[in-house]
C-alpha cells in the first residue's frame, strides 16, 4: 500500500521569494507520482509527473519537482511565486507500472499563501 | 473538448435524506474515479469504475454509499440515510483508456460537488 505525508499545512510566502512544498511518499513498489494544485472553488488540475526518466520533472506555471528515491521524497519547488500561485497543492502516488488504472493516495494537501 | 463535470455544484440535505451526485466524464475515457474530501483533509479514494464494471469499491465508507456507471458515461453516486459526517466535497475524475504505464495516469478532475448535511 501507498501512503503520501505533506508535513507542511500551510506555507506563507512573499511574492517573487522561492517556495519548497515537501512529499514524502511510502511505497513497496514502483510508484508514479503528481503534484495537483486546487485553486479556491476549482477542481483540481495537474502541475506535472513523474513516470520515468529523468529525475528533475517541469511543470506548468514555473514549478518543478525532483524525485529523490533514497529519500522517497517529490518536493515540489518554485523559484519564484506569484500572488496568483496562491492555492492548495496536493501531492498523490499511484502504484506500478503496467497495473492498469490505479486510485490516487494523495496527501493532506499545503495551503501556499503568497503575499505582497 | 468539455471537461468533467459534476452537479449539482452543491447540495444541502437534511440528516437521513438520501441525495445522489452526478458525473459527466470527458467523452471517450474509459475510467471514473470518485473520491471525497472533507473540510482540511486530503482527497480519500472511494470507487473506480473500468468501463461500467467497478473493479474497486474499496474506499466507499458504508453500505449507504453506492455508484453506478451506465453506458461508459455518466456516474452517479447515491447516499442513502446521509449522517453530517458526509458533508464534503464529492470530486469525479476520469482518465482515458491504455495501461497507466502508457497514458501517464492522469486523472482529469470535475469541479466537484459540495455536500452539506444538516
Known amino acids: 500500500a501507498q501512503s503520501v505525508t505533506q508535513l507542511d499545512s500551510q506555507v506563507p510566502v512573499f511574492e517573487e521569494a522561492p517556495v519548497e512544498l515537501r512529499c514524502n511518499y511510502s511505497s513497496s513498489v514502483s510508484v508514479y507520482l503528481f503534484w495537483y494544485v486546487q485553486y479556491p472553488n476549482q477542481g483540481l488540475q495537474l502541475l506535472l509527473k513523474y513516470l520515468s526518466g529523468s529525475t528533475l520533472v517541469k511543470g506548468i506555471n514555473g514549478f518543478e519537482a525532483e524525485f529523490n528515491k533514497s529519500q522517497t521524497s517529490f518536493h515540489l519547488r518554485k523559484p519564484s511565486v506569484h500572488i496568483s500561485d496562491t492555492a492548495e497543492y496536493f501531492c498523490?502516488?499511484?502504484?506500478?507500472?503496467?497495473?492498469?488504472?490505479?486510485?490516487?493516495?494523495f496527501g493532506t494537501g499545503t495551503r501556499l499563501l503568497v503575499s505582497p | 473538448g468539455a471537461g468533467v463535470s459534476q452537479s449539482p455544484s452543491n447540495k444541502v440535505t437534511e440528516k437521513g435524506k438520501d441525495v445522489e451526485l452526478r458525473c459527466d466524464p470527458i467523452?471517450?475515457?474509459?475510467?471514473l474515479y470518485w473520491y471525497r474530501q472533507r473540510l482540511g483533509q486530503g482527497l480519500e479514494f472511494l470507487i473506480y469504475f473500468q468501463g461500467n464494471s467497478a473493479p474497486d469499491k474499496s474506499g466507499l465508507p458504508s453500505d449507504r454509499f453506492s455508484a453506478e456507471r451506465t453506458g461508459e458515461s455518466v456516474s452517479t453516486l447515491t447516499i442513502q440515510r446521509t449522517q453530517q459526517e458526509d458533508s464534503a466535497v464529492y470530486l469525479c475524475a476520469s482518465s482515458p483508456p491504455g495501461l497507466a504505464g502508457g497514458k501517464g495516469g492522469e486523472q482529469f478532475f470535475g469541479p466537484g460537488t459540495r455536500l452539506t448535511v444538516l
Open positions: 498523490a502516488v499511484t502504484g506500478g507500472l503496467f497495473t492498469g488504472f490505479q486510485k490516487l493516495v
Open positions: 467523452s471517450g475515457h474509459t475510467a
